[in-house]
């Protein structure tokens, strides 16, 4: 079946660093992606809806120069946390759609944890 | 605006126990309604889905939901718990307009033994 993988699996690093977290679809071409963030016991909040070819779409109250978002290819999207500092740290996972599928449930990754020091 | 309500933040049933976990929904039109499964640390996996059709869907693990109009719900159920269904579970409702999925807080399930 359809896979989205999700790299890296855990990040931990300095404040003032810039993370990249990548969502790949494996066997399928998604023109929207998806990026949630989940805070410990609580729901997957959606950030941003990733376009392929152009800009994302964010959520109100998440701040684009913050996560930027890049969908460069049908099989590819990138979220950078830039300057991330210890209030960003939280479980990041992104989805996919099958652009071929009408409207079929999103597959998701399996989720990246950011730790920031 | 759409919403997912799951009324029981968690629930603890004994294993081979009988489950149901709630959900509500409010949406316009007649929705897409999903229930996910999620352990900890990881991503979520999907248990079931309602896009049309019979009301009573059949997912994996031995999972089935009912949807009804008239009530607003979709519940999610399992005749017989097994240790390993321990996990959050979460109900969503996607906006087909938007193709967005929106996101039931979700429920805690406990098994004892």
């Known amino acids: 079946g359809a896979v989205v993988s999700q790299h890296p699996s855990w990040v931990i690093c300095k404040s003032g660093t810039s993370v990249k977290i990548e969502c790949r679809s494996l066997d399928f071409q998604a023109t929207t992606m998806f990026w949630y963030r989940q805070f410990p016991k609580q729901s997957l909040m959606l950030m941003a809806t990733?376009?392929?070819?152009?800009?994302?779409?964010?959520e109100q109250g998440v701040e684009k120069d913050k996560f930027l978002i890049n969908h460069a290819s049908l099989t590819l999207s990138t979220l950078t946390v830039t300057s991330a500092h210890p209030e960003d740290s939280s479980f990041y996972i992104c989805?996919?759609?099958?652009?071929?599928?009408?409207?079929?449930?999103?597959?998701f990754g399996d989720g990246t944890r950011l730790s920031i020091l | 605006a759409q919403s997912v309500t799951q009324p029981d933040i968690h629930i603890t049933v004994s294993e081979g126990a009988s489950l149901e976990l709630r959900c509500n929904y409010s949406y316009g039109a007649t929705p897409y309604l999903f229930w996910y499964v999620q352990s900890p640390g990881q991503g979520l996996q999907l248990l079931l889905k309602y896009l049309s059709g019979d009301t009573l869907v059949q997912g994996i693990k031995g999972f089935e939901a009912e949807f009804k109009r008239s009530q607003s719900s979709f519940n999610l159920r399992k005749p017989s718990v097994h240790w390993s269904d321990a996990a959050e579970y979460f109900c969503a409702v996607d906006h087909t307009g938007g193709f967005k999925t929106i996101f039931g807080a979700g429920t805690r399930l406990f098994v004892k033994a």
């Open positions: 989805s996919a759609r099958d652009s071929g599928s009408g409207n079929q449930p999103q597959h």
């Open positions: 990733s376009n392929e070819g152009s800009k994302a779409t964010y």
